[in-house]
């Protein structure tokens, strides 16, 4: 008897593998963290036989702790860190150089070149993203350029790349499957969102041979079935998607306009725009959602660079709480920030603002000011930067959202919520499971394999979640909005060189 389908959510700093029963119920879950590399400043990498060895190791883990059996297991669904590049040989599968990591800024030099030659639009016109060293594309050519050999290699057709779930899915079927999914695709700076397809003009400019690319299948696919001897058993794998995306679709934002907000480390908004994509000249990414049978949807996506880490930098920077949710308990013994703004701009400031040359502040001190004002007022920050963002996304989708719903590490926080929903005027909405990056690719998976039908029958296992009303009126987030955008004002083009 089937009763579990498997999440494999391989992240930035951990491997985790949750079972799911059939109601989208955690049943097991199995994490570990593994090693940064940090070769120079600016430089991030990662192993990528640790990333394979902590992914199967949790996957093992998590069915035994349960006493579960392979057979038990209707399937596999992927989800993981976007944009992170890896290269191995196609007879080896041996890779060639660390994974790259999405965060790491080594070929900052070469991206801003290709923006001052005036390549902006036409990226932006077949890929929907913004030219940056984040996505694929300059990655693997830095890789080709710079490992020994790699150039001749990729030319015979030896050489395979990949991002994170194409190298677990070839490593799971054991070297018979190189293939990733439209929404990791759309990640690469490579693909052409709007054919499908890997873009020529794109893979001449970056020279890339096309034989090391992966094909494309939809994010709802059978791409294949575990090799017996990595898994002890053979298991479909049904259901690839980038971790932003499938916690879109984890959260059940299935229709257009539908919006989710994660708040990580980053904060992450997208926004479900349907099966056409939406693009935009505001700093908004447009981006595949995740194809489903013959359709594809579109998302637009803001990020916010410092959420989470605001908290962090209150517990390890200024040590003013000793966890990230102690952030709670002391922003609660004031009743407001007692006019304290933070504006976290550690790393410059993104969506609507997009100045690198931001710096962080904090600004409305008094003698009054007390630790717990300026906790509370971090918080709000989160809330601030998000609504931002929603306005851009309002204006430029030109709806008016209905309400927010929320998952990521900061969401356990309530009183961070409230004051979302009061700085927004709409109800925020937690799913009770907030691991909603592997539910939405257990239910990719799920999908394929027809244990469910449809995503309407999605819809219906979903829980409601909790709900947060704002008990404040417009005029009062127009206040509060006013004297945070006056404080941004000032963080703006701080650093000088
Ligand atoms: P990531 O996937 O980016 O590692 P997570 O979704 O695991 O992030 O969330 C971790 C982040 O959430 C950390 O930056 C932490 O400071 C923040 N965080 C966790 N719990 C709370 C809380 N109760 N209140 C505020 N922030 C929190």
Not at 21 to 33: F, L, R, T, Y
Not at 34 to 48: A, C, K, L, T
Not at 175 to 189: E, I, K
Not at 282 to 287: I, P, V
């Amino acid at each position: 008897m089937k009763k579990y389908i498997m999440a494999l959510d391989q992240g930035t700093t951990s491997s985790r593998a949750i079972l799911f029963d059939k109601k989208g119920n955690i049943v097991s879950m199995v994490q570990h963290e593994f090693p940064q590399i940090f070769p120079r400043e600016g430089w991030v990498e990662h192993d990528p036989m640790t990333i394979w060895s902590t992914q199967i190791s949790v996957a093992a883990e998590a069915v035994y702790k349960i006493g579960a059996k392979w057979s038990e297991i209707y399937g596999i669904g992927i989800t993981n860190q976007r944009e992170t590049t890896i290269v191995w040989n196609r007879n080896t599968g041996i890779p060639i150089y660390n994974a790259i990591v999405w965060q790491c800024r080594r070929t900052a030099d070469y991206c801003e070149k290709l923006i001052k030659s005036g390549y902006t639009q036409m990226v932006k016109g077949k890929t929907g993203l913004l030219i940056d060293p984040y996505f694929s594309a300059t990655k693997i050519k830095w890789i080709l350029d710079n490992v020994e050999g790699a150039r001749e290699m990729a030319e015979k057709g030896e050489l395979c790349f990949g991002t994170v779930d194409s190298w677990l899915i070839w490593n799971l079927t054991s070297g018979r499957v190189h293939a990733t999914d439209y929404s990791n695709a759309s990640r690469t700076m490579l693909f052409n969102i709007k054919t499908l397809s890997w873009d020529n003009d794109l893979l001449k400019l970056f020279d890339i041979p096309k034989s090391m690319l992966p094909e494309v299948h939809p994010s709802s696919y059978i791409y294949g079935y575990t090799d017996k001897v990595v898994l002890g058993a053979e298991l479909p794998i049904g259901g690839v998607a980038g971790d932003q995306q499938a916690a879109l679709f984890g959260q059940g934002c299935f229709d257009v306009g539908d919006l989710k907000n994660t708040y990580g480390t980053g904060a992450f908004l997208l926004m479900n725009t349907g099966d056409k994509p939406h693009f935009t000249e505001d700093g908004l990414l447009t981006t595949i959602a995740w194809g489903i049978d013959n359709t594809v949807t579109y998302a637009n996506e803001g990020s916010i660079f410092s959420c989470g880490a605001a908290i962090q930098w209150l517990r390890d920077g200024l040590k003013l709480i000793e966890s990230a949710q102690d952030s709670e308990y002391y922003a609660k013994k004031v009743p407001d920030s007692g006019g304290v703004i933070v504006v976290p701009a550690f790393q410059g400031l993104g969506a609507p603002w997009w100045d690198p040359y931001a710096r962080g502040l904090i600004i409305g001190l008094t003698r009054a000011t007390s630790k717990y004002h300026i906790i509370r007022a971090t918080l709000e920050s989160l809330t601030y930067q998000t609504a931002d963002v929603i306005s851009l996304m309002e204006k430029t989708a030109k709806i008016k959202i209905k309400n927010l719903k929320v998952d990521g590490g900061a969401s356990s926080n309530n009183l961070l919520l409230e004051m979302q929903a009061n700085i927004l005027g709409v109800d925020i909405i937690r799913p009770d499971c907030i691991e909603t990056t592997a539910l939405g690719a257990a239910y990719m998976c799920a999908l394929a394999l027809g244990v469910y039908g449809s995503v309407e029958e999605i819809k219906k296992e979903m829980s409601k979640g909790q709900v947060f009303s704002p008990t404040e009126n417009q005029e009062w987030r127009e206040t509060k909005m006013r004297v945070w955008r006056k404080a941004v004002e000032r963080s703006l083009l701080w650093k000088e060189d």
